[in-house]
């Protein structure tokens, strides 16, 4: 199994721009923009999900778009709208596309105006697109588990990158990690700190298990805090299992039972080899597996004890 093939995206009816509907081949950028240059703005990725029960929910939206607001304030960009607005611009967007299940990515950046990284007085603009996006990483690799390696390029210093903010420029990291691996027959890429320690994947928060205990990187460090990495900790902890937010070295990597990788498009990701090494028995191991199931059913609205997380449209 060779990594993923990736898919042109399929145009869907309407984007949601500035707080209009927009026609999807008129959801036009100028070139002028100022975030073409620089890449200074934020995005989210959010997931819409068919429930069990016919109907559709978005998956832990207020997170996400608490998230959004966050990144603009580390930006020091003024965001128009609101989590309420948002919130009705992605219905908006669900309605018009006519989808069960789709993929939300709402967008806030800095648009014409001046350029120069002074410019401080443009306007923001601001997005809701929404496609299909089926599993991130491949069927094969969400069943069998993925191949991993570390990239030679390290995850932002904390001082550098503004790792809390899904900063768009900031993916030009994950980028060339993503594209080193995935040249050299590997899945995805497993980014270190500039201290050697594990972070995350280059989408995804990752996790290790050894004897039935559960470690990943703290939020203090270089990773993204995702929202799918806290969804999980709650499921693990609800089932027992021992969750430790802490740093750990390559080589706990190398000898872990189990490893997956969580993000909104990934879900929970199985990796059965690092470095050419085998995890575990070189397949998805129990704890992946049985996670998996349970992340499945929150999304889907069949476990009671989460239907907070979900925002029916
Ligand atoms: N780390 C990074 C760097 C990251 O981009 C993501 C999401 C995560 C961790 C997981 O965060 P969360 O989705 O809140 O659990 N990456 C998004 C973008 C993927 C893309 O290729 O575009 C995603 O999974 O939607």
Redesign the pocket.
Known sequence: MGPMAHQDIEPLETIWHNGRLVPWKEATVHLIAHVLHYGYGAFE?IRLYETADGRSAIFRLEP?LRRLADSMKILQVSMPYGAEELTQACREVIQRNQRKEAYLRPMAYVGPGALGFGAMDNPTHVAVLMWEWGA?LGAEGMKHGIRAKISSFPRHHIGVGMVKA?VIGQYVN?ILAKREVQLLGFDEAILLDVDGYVT?A????LFIVRDGAVKTAPCSSS??P????ASVIELLREDQIPVAEERFTRDELYIADEVFL?????EVTPVREVDHRPVGKGEPGPISQRLQERYVAAVRGRDPKHRDWLTYV
Not at 202 to 205: E, I, K, L, R
Not at 226 to 229: D, E, L, Q, S
């Open positions: 990725g996400h991130y899904k994950a995350e280059s989408g995804q928060n990773i993204l995702g929202i799918t990495r969580t993000g909104t498009a990934s």
